[in-house]
């Protein structure tokens, strides 16, 4: 597709359950983001591959989220046994290089409710 | 304190209005500037880029940043009602992780 796609666009879990969500980015880029967005925030880095390695997943908040990029394309981040405070917008981002001089482009999100 | 902070408004200015978008910042290392503008359940949308220090313009849309005050601002001329959405500073750093930091986001309204 032509930009980034992720699914599904909205989830809903029950607290305890785990959840996946998909990231497909733009075809060809290398770098892949994974951001948290809660209501009337910015958007918070959780973690970043570069082709199919994970080179930095300092923001990821607990030992709960995971995340997975095995072919250098699709990526899932996976939440387990969610908590109510896992509820946010998660967004994936992709860009073309490996360097900070390219932009990031953002697809819709998910919007993960946790009950 | 936060990495970058911006005033979460909500602004409301008329149409044709000046609409002048701050943020401060308190990392030296940042060096790559982004405006991003952000409708209701919708991702992130580059607006502007820039790098290091210096004034960049496109269309109604001119990004400055002024490092020596750890400063950034974007201006909309002519705003538009369809410019109503909520505007988000970002920043990352020259070399290594190239994760972005955000401010807090500025919503926005343009009343006809």
């Known amino acids: 597709g032509a930009g980034v796609s992720q699914s599904p666009r909205y989830k809903v879990a029950k607290r305890g359950q785990d959840v996946a969500l998909r990231c497909d980015p733009i075809s060809g880029h290398v770098s892949l983001f994974w951001y948290q967005q809660a209501l009337g925030q910015g958007p918070e880095f959780l973690t970043y591959f570069q082709n199919e390695a994970q080179l930095d997943k300092s923001g990821l908040p607990s030992d709960r989220f995971f995340a997975e990029r095995p072919e250098g394309s699709v990526s899932t981040l996976k939440i387990q046994r969610t908590q109510q405070e896992d509820s946010a917008v998660y967004l994936c981002?992709?860009?073309?290089?490996?360097?900070?001089?390219?932009?990031?482009?953002f697809g819709d999100g998910t919007r993960l409710s946790i009950l | 304190q936060k990495e970058v902070e911006q005033d979460p408004g909500p602004l409301s200015v008329p149409e044709g209005a000046i609409v002048s978008l701050n943020c401060t910042y308190s990392n030296s290392a940042f060096q790559y500037f982004m405006w991003y503008r952000q409708y209701s359940r919708k991702g992130p949308e580059l607006l502007m880029y820039?790098?290091?220090?210096g004034n960049k313009e496109d269309g109604r849309f001119t990004a400055q940043v002024d490092k020596s005050s750890k400063y950034i601002s974007l201006f909309i001329r002519d705003s538009q009602p369809s410019d109503s959405a909520t505007y988000l500073c970002a920043m990352s750093e020259f070399q290594g992780a190239q994760k972005l930091v955000f401010g807090q986001g500025t919503r926005l309204t343009i009343n006809p």
């Open positions: 981002a992709s860009s073309a290089g490996t360097h900070s001089n390219q932009p990031q482009h």
């Open positions: 820039t790098y290091s220090s």
